[in-house]
């Protein structure tokens, strides 16, 4: 519930301020921060359609001939459909003299791609370079390929141009007019003759299911007609060397280059600090100021039934990730309770930027850090829900660390999603959102009671030295006078 | 639950930060992401620069201006960092306030002599350098109250700090990174807009920001004087950017169309086409854990395997072979402005020659191309400095931003 609540806040930024972002920095991406760069900075001027054309290049250079090695693939086919996408983003995005055209795509790779609709091939044929061809279709960045070959004519089938094809060559029309896009495939790749032949299709992934994009699922990968289509015109030898290539696209999609590393750190502007001249206690509520919910809670705490409930003297909250304290009168600064509070969480923080490494399997890394957190006098708690029967001396974490940036939450170190989130390895230089909810028991303000205090994403890097933030995470409790 | 979706969004669309223009802005630091870098570098960077340099603790003395006060602190005091062996570098201020995120204690400096006896170290690094060095910074005065302070038995453990500052400092924590990507977007950026500025018969090159220069046939360089622009010149540009105590610069180049040219003329795509073939020569053989030398010694050898001259000066070779377009190379460090010099470096000249190449580190890819061209006489060569910001990891060499895509066309 918590989870979903934050995918929510997070969709919610995206939405409303990719268009006013996109007015004022006109270059920078449309859309990009709903699938890329977490969610809560889609302003960033950094993000540029250059900036974006290096990143491509990047990773192609650098993590494609990797995975597709560890994967012992020597061809790459990537298939994203034309006819499919919606046009809704497209129309809110309308008028904003846009440079970047490959929005409103659900497939994982339209922006690593920088396309809505093509048949991308990339084959090993030695050295350090993989070929990278557009097979058919067009990409933003042409230059980041060593062949494009372009939109199909037939693309568009409501033209003469097929009418005369078809009347012209009746023994090379495909069965049906999906399979265009694939004419001339089969001797492309017969030339290079490839032994394992990747293809974007799921066969255990629920690349959906795990999707960040709370209102932008991701596909699973191409069609069932795709997949016959792209069968047909391989013939049968061919097409017998097809596997899946969705632990590839997993591997492609989460290890980062240093660019993406710049992206994701940000403006690197200071935040805004907000104004609260007027809150009223007693009256203010804490939808009336935006608030998320409430940290200062009992052990029962039913948030949806706080949502109207007006802010009180001594009661802390949070707005997304900053926290605040309404002051009581006579009081300059939090109680010793709540900066408590606070010196746990950063303690938590520090356990797992100390123990969280590439290599470690988001199962592995769980268990790592549930272990540490005991032995530093934590409880860990498998759900985002306070547990009165264990011992109030003890402050309760719960985690959920995932993956942000790419649009999907694998690799996962949570109990919680889909057990191949867990399963992923941790890859050198994963952008992380470092999500983890504290629940810290105060006795002496009665039983049950406690305070709570939930990351969202902070952005982490995963090094070989642990994780280190690309932005500053908050820094402190705001006290409200 | 709808309700709640509404005011999120409300609340979410008075969050946003209005700018002005798609002009990058200029790059900031603002405290909690100084703060970040102090912490990261003292978590990250600290522990495995002690262990290299052998030293299990260090002190600075800080008086006034130091090259390291971004890092340590901005007050006048004597820092100490303790390597007990654990994960963490024990971090204690004496006679300052301090950052208490980061610090661990505090106290008079009184208190230094007992403080390091209770830790018995064995090598303890000083900030003073035999050399001349910017991490010299110690006054007389101070290091000879804390050699009294440490008494005979550990006065005698202390050594220069010198190459542990550097490593230091040439340490790259994310957060220095992503801001290091920041500022190489900005000075290119700046760059383009310098370039077009340029009007060929008009624009003299101190009229134009930066170090700006245009070399002739024969070598002769005019550099940010009021020679004006013409046409067939290869201008260079190179800019900084700047946030406080982190700098960096790169380099763009622009040629002036001729009249009736309307590309590149041959000559000009041909030194454009060693250009990615030197840069991809770079790339697939700079890894971290090797000195500068060993590098350069690296480099040199497969320049010359691919057919060009490594000359060790940025002036042409005129007794080289005319066939041979000869490369000079200077990979200085860049980030924070106090390690440009004192830093590993690739490069013929320079004390970081000797130090290892780190994993992240942040430095210049700056090579200057002379390619010789028979057709236009002897001894006439065509002139490109070229200056992008790099950084090496596991993989090698990565560019955080888009390095030089191409010699701008000034028509």
């Given at each position: 519930?918590?989870?979903?609540?934050?995918?929510?806040?997070?969709?919610?930024?995206?939405?409303?301020?990719?268009?006013?972002?996109?007015?004022?920095?006109?270059?920078?991406?449309?859309?990009?921060?709903?699938?890329?760069?977490?969610?809560?900075?889609?302003?960033?001027?950094?993000?540029?359609?250059?900036?974006?054309?290096?990143?491509?290049?990047?990773?192609?250079?650098?993590?494609?001939?990797?995975?597709?090695?560890?994967?012992?693939?020597?061809?790459?086919?990537?298939?994203?459909?034309?006819?499919?996408?919606?046009?809704?983003?497209?129309?809110?995005?309308?008028?904003?003299?846009?440079?970047?055209?490959?929005?409103?795509?659900?497939?994982?790779?339209?922006?690593?791609?920088?396309?809505?609709?093509?048949?991308?091939?990339?084959?090993?044929?030695?050295?350090?370079?993989?070929?990278?061809?557009?097979?058919?279709?067009?990409?933003?960045?042409?230059?980041?390929?060593?062949?494009?070959?372009?939109?199909?004519?037939?693309?568009?089938?409501?033209?003469?141009?097929?009418?005369?094809?078809?009347?012209?060559?009746?023994?090379?029309?495909?069965?049906?007019?999906?399979?265009?896009?694939?004419?001339?495939?089969?001797?492309?790749?017969?030339?290079?003759?490839?032994?394992?032949?990747?293809?974007?299709?799921?066969?255990?992934?629920?690349?959906?299911?795990?999707?960040?994009?709370?209102?932008?699922?991701?596909?699973?990968?191409?069609?069932?007609?795709?997949?016959?289509?792209?069968?047909?015109?391989?013939?049968?030898?061919?097409?017998?060397?097809?596997?899946?290539?969705?632990?590839?696209?997993?591997?492609?999609?989460?290890?980062?280059?240093?660019?993406?590393?710049?992206?994701?750190?940000?403006?690197?502007?200071?935040?805004?600090?907000?104004?609260?001249?007027?809150?009223?206690?007693?009256?203010?509520?804490?939808?009336?100021?935006?608030?998320?919910?409430?940290?200062?809670?009992?052990?029962?705490?039913?948030?949806?039934?706080?949502?109207?409930?007006?802010?009180?003297?001594?009661?802390?909250?949070?707005?997304?990730?900053?926290?605040?304290?309404?002051?009581?009168?006579?009081?300059?600064?939090?109680?010793?309770?709540?900066?408590?509070?606070?010196?746990?969480?950063?303690?938590?923080?520090?356990?797992?930027?100390?123990?969280?490494?590439?290599?470690?399997?988001?199962?592995?890394?769980?268990?790592?850090?549930?272990?540490?957190?005991?032995?530093?006098?934590?409880?860990?708690?498998?759900?985002?829900?306070?547990?009165?029967?264990?011992?109030?001396?003890?402050?309760?974490?719960?985690?959920?660390?995932?993956?942000?940036?790419?649009?999907?939450?694998?690799?996962?170190?949570?109990?919680?999603?889909?057990?191949?989130?867990?399963?992923?390895?941790?890859?050198?230089?994963?952008?992380?959102?470092?999500?983890?909810?504290?629940?810290?028991?105060?006795?002496?303000?009665?039983?049950?009671?406690?305070?709570?205090?939930?990351?969202?994403?902070?952005?982490?890097?995963?090094?070989?030295?642990?994780?280190?933030?690309?932005?500053?995470?908050?820094?402190?409790?705001?006290?409200?006078? | 639950?709808?309700?709640?979706?509404?005011?999120?969004?409300?609340?979410?669309?008075?969050?946003?930060?209005?700018?002005?223009?798609?002009?990058?802005?200029?790059?900031?630091?603002?405290?909690?992401?100084?703060?970040?870098?102090r912490g990261?570098k003292f978590d990250?960077i600290l522990p495995q620069a002690m262990r290299?340099n052998d030293v299990d603790m260090w002190i600075q003395v800080m008086r006034?201006?130091n090259p390291l006060q971004f890092e340590l602190g901005y007050h006048d005091g004597v820092y100490i960092f303790s390597d007990s062996g654990s994960d963490r570098v024990e971090r204690a201020v004496f006679g300052a306030p301090g950052d208490r995120e980061v610090y661990d204690s505090f106290g008079a400096e009184s208190e230094i002599g007992q403080y390091v006896a209770e830790r018995n170290p064995d090598r303890i690094a000083l900030n003073y350098a035999?050399?001349?060095?910017?991490f010299n910074t110690i006054s007389?005065t101070d290091r000879a109250k804390i050699i009294e302070a440490l008494g005979?038995k550990y006065g005698g453990r202390v050594v220069s700090a010198r190459k542990l500052s550097?490593d230091f400092l040439?340490?790259?924590?994310?957060?220095?990174?992503?801001?290091?990507?920041?500022?190489?977007?900005?000075?290119?950026?700046?760059?383009?807009?310098?370039?077009?500025?340029?009007?060929?018969?008009?624009?003299?090159?101190?009229?134009?920001?930066?170090?700006?220069?245009?070399?002739?046939?024969?070598?002769?360089?005019?550099?940010?004087?009021?020679?004006?622009?013409?046409?067939?010149?290869?201008?260079?540009?190179?800019?900084?950017?700047?946030?406080?105590?982190?700098?960096?610069?790169?380099?763009?180049?622009?040629?002036?169309?001729?009249?009736?040219?309307?590309?590149?003329?041959?000559?000009?795509?041909?030194?454009?086409?060693?250009?990615?073939?030197?840069?991809?020569?770079?790339?697939?053989?700079?890894?971290?854990?090797?000195?500068?030398?060993?590098?350069?010694?690296?480099?040199?050898?497969?320049?010359?395997?691919?057919?060009?001259?490594?000359?060790?000066?940025?002036?042409?070779?005129?007794?080289?072979?005319?066939?041979?377009?000869?490369?000079?190379?200077?990979?200085?460090?860049?980030?924070?402005?106090?390690?440009?010099?004192?830093?590993?470096?690739?490069?013929?000249?320079?004390?970081?020659?000797?130090?290892?190449?780190?994993?992240?580190?942040?430095?210049?890819?700056?090579?200057?191309?002379?390619?010789?061209?028979?057709?236009?006489?002897?001894?006439?060569?065509?002139?490109?400095?070229?200056?992008?910001?790099?950084?090496?990891?596991?993989?090698?060499?990565?560019?955080?931003?888009?390095?030089?895509?191409?010699?701008?066309?000034?028509?």
């Amino acid at each position: 519930m918590k989870n979903r609540f934050c995918f929510l806040v997070a969709t919610c930024c995206v939405a409303s301020s990719d268009a006013f972002a996109e007015e004022h920095y006109p270059e920078a991406m449309p859309g990009i921060s709903e699938a890329y760069y977490t969610s809560f900075d889609s302003d960033n001027p950094h993000a540029t359609k250059e900036m974006l054309d290096h990143i491509r290049r990047e990773k192609f250079d650098l993590v494609l001939p990797r995975v597709m090695r560890e994967h012992d693939v020597d061809m790459w086919i990537h298939i994203i459909r034309p006819w499919a996408w919606s046009g809704n983003e497209a129309r809110q995005l309308e008028g904003l003299d846009l440079n970047y055209q490959s929005i409103d795509s659900t497939d994982p790779m339209r922006y690593e791609f920088g396309s809505n609709a093509a048949v991308i091939v990339f084959t090993d044929r030695g050295g350090d370079r993989i070929e990278r061809v557009v097979f058919e279709g067009e990409v933003e960045d042409e230059g980041a390929f060593d062949i494009v070959h372009g939109q199909s004519k037939f693309i568009n089938q409501e033209n003469y141009e097929i009418m005369d094809y078809t009347r012209d060559n009746p023994e090379d029309v495909p069965d049906t007019q999906l399979g265009y896009r694939f004419m001339g495939l089969q001797k492309f790749i017969a030339d290079r003759d490839p032994r394992k032949i990747a293809v974007n299709y799921s066969e255990e992934l629920t690349l959906a299911e795990g999707s960040e994009t709370y209102t932008l699922s991701l596909t699973d990968g191409i069609s069932f007609a795709d997949h016959r289509q792209l069968t047909r015109e391989l013939g049968y030898k061919l097409s017998r060397r097809m596997v899946s290539a969705e632990h590839m696209i997993l591997d492609y999609l989460t290890r980062s280059v240093m660019a993406e590393i710049v992206v994701f750190g940000g403006s690197g502007k200071p935040k805004k600090t907000r104004s609260f001249e007027k809150v009223v206690p007693g009256v203010t509520t804490l939808a009336t100021i935006g608030g998320s919910w409430f940290s200062t809670r009992e052990a029962d705490h039913d948030e949806e039934a706080f949502f109207n409930y007006p802010l009180q003297q001594g009661d802390m909250f949070q707005i997304g990730m900053d926290a605040y304290y309404v002051l009581h009168d006579g009081e300059t600064g939090p109680p010793p309770e709540i900066l408590r509070s606070w010196d746990e969480m950063i303690r938590v923080r520090k356990i797992l930027a100390e123990h969280i490494v590439p290599g470690l399997t988001g199962e592995e890394a769980l268990k790592l850090v549930v272990h540490e957190l005991e032995e530093a006098g934590f409880a860990y708690i498998d759900r985002d829900k306070f547990d009165p029967s264990i011992d109030p001396t003890k402050t309760q974490v719960h985690l959920d660390l995932h993956q942000v940036g790419k649009g999907l939450l694998a690799p996962r170190i949570s109990p919680m999603g889909a057990s191949w989130h867990r399963e992923k390895e941790i890859p050198l230089f994963l952008t992380l959102g470092v999500e983890y909810m504290i629940h810290m028991p105060v006795p002496e303000w009665g039983e049950g009671r406690h305070i709570y205090y939930c990351t969202l994403h902070p952005r982490a890097v995963v090094t070989p030295r642990g994780l280190e933030f690309a932005a500053p995470p908050v820094t402190g409790i705001q006290s409200i006078h | 639950m709808f309700r709640k979706k509404v005011f999120l969004a409300v609340f979410c669309l008075s969050f946003v930060v209005v700018e002005g223009s798609a002009q990058l802005p200029e790059p900031t630091i603002s405290p909690a992401l100084s703060s970040l870098i102090r912490g990261q570098k003292f978590d990250v960077i600290l522990p495995q620069a002690m262990r290299d340099n052998d030293v299990d603790m260090w002190i600075q003395v800080m008086r006034g201006k130091n090259p390291l006060q971004f890092e340590l602190g901005y007050h006048d005091g004597v820092y100490i960092f303790s390597d007990s062996g654990s994960d963490r570098v024990e971090r204690a201020v004496f006679g300052a306030p301090g950052d208490r995120e980061v610090y661990d204690s505090f106290g008079a400096e009184s208190e230094i002599g007992q403080y390091v006896a209770e830790r018995n170290p064995d090598r303890i690094a000083l900030n003073y350098a035999a050399d001349d060095s910017p991490f010299n910074t110690i006054s007389a005065t101070d290091r000879a109250k804390i050699i009294e302070a440490l008494g005979s038995k550990y006065g005698g453990r202390v050594v220069s700090a010198r190459k542990l500052s550097a490593d230091f400092l040439a340490g790259r924590s994310m957060a220095e990174i992503a801001l290091y990507g920041r500022l190489l977007m900005t000075s290119t950026q700046a760059i383009e807009r310098e370039f077009a500025k340029i009007v060929p018969g008009e624009t003299a090159l101190n009229d134009i920001d930066g170090n700006v220069f245009v070399r002739d046939l024969a070598g002769n360089e005019e550099n940010n004087t009021d020679y004006v622009v013409q046409p067939g010149d290869l201008i260079g540009i190179l800019l900084d950017a700047n946030a406080r105590e982190f700098s960096e610069h790169n380099g763009g180049v622009g040629y002036v169309l001729k009249e009736g040219e309307t590309e590149l003329p041959p000559e000009i795509q041909r030194i454009w086409g060693h250009v990615l073939k030197t840069r991809d020569i770079f790339r697939r053989n700079i890894e971290a854990g090797r000195t500068g030398a060993e590098s350069l010694e690296i480099l040199v050898e497969k320049l010359q395997a691919a057919g060009y001259v490594y000359i060790d000066r940025d002036q042409f070779d005129s007794g080289a072979d005319p066939e041979k377009t000869q490369v000079h190379i200077d990979f200085h460090a860049m980030g924070r402005i106090a390690s440009q010099e004192e830093a590993p470096r690739i490069s013929p000249t320079g004390w970081g020659r000797d130090l290892e190449i780190p994993l992240y580190h942040t430095f210049a890819l700056e090579y200057m191309i002379h390619m010789p061209v028979p057709e236009w006489g002897e001894r006439k060569y065509l002139y490109l400095c070229v200056h992008d910001g790099v950084m090496v990891t596991e993989r090698g060499i990565e560019f955080p931003a888009r390095p030089i895509q191409e010699i701008q066309i000034i028509r």
